[in-house]
Nanobody, 122 residues
Framework: QVQLVESGGGLVQAGGSLSLSCAAS????????MGWFRQAPGKEREFVAA???????LYSDSVKDRFTISRDNAKNTVYLQMAGLKPEDTAVYYC????????????????WGQGTQVLVSS
């Protein structure tokens, strides 16, 4: 059974930092692309960052130079370190997995977590 479990969300002041984790199980994590997406109230789910099995990293323009994605294949975990947070970063953050790929489109991912809330106060 595939599971993606996000953790680390919470409330932070603008300019602060937060680190998200996503623990994965039930599929071939080491050869899967892992992505982070977010969805704010009333908005569509949007791409944040992704990391391939070869550790290739992709970022959206809105988070580049502020967020860092990484993975630990020994722990089947992907991370999203967020710095310089802005109120517009407020959203539910979702972890997603794509076997043998590293897409930026949400509809190309195979598996999804339940999400973790990030709230950035001004």
């Amino acid at each position: 059974q595939v599971q993606l479990v996000e953790s680390g969300g919470g409330l932070v002041q603008a300019g602060g930092s937060l680190s998200l984790s996503c623990a994965a199980s039930g599929f071939a994590f080491s050869i899967s692309g892992m992505g982070w997406f977010r969805q704010a109230p009333g908005k569509e789910r949007e791409f944040v960052a992704a990391i391939g099995w070869s550790v290739r990293e992709l970022y959206s323009d809105s988070v580049k130079d502020r967020f860092t994605i990484s993975r630990d294949n020994a722990k089947n975990t992907v991370y999203l370190q967020m710095a310089g947070l802005k109120p517009e970063d407020t959203a539910v953050y979702y972890c997603a997995a794509k076997e043998l790929g590293v897409p930026t489109r949400a509809d190309e991912y195979d598996y999804w977590g339940q999400g973790t809330q990030v709230l950035v106060s001004s």
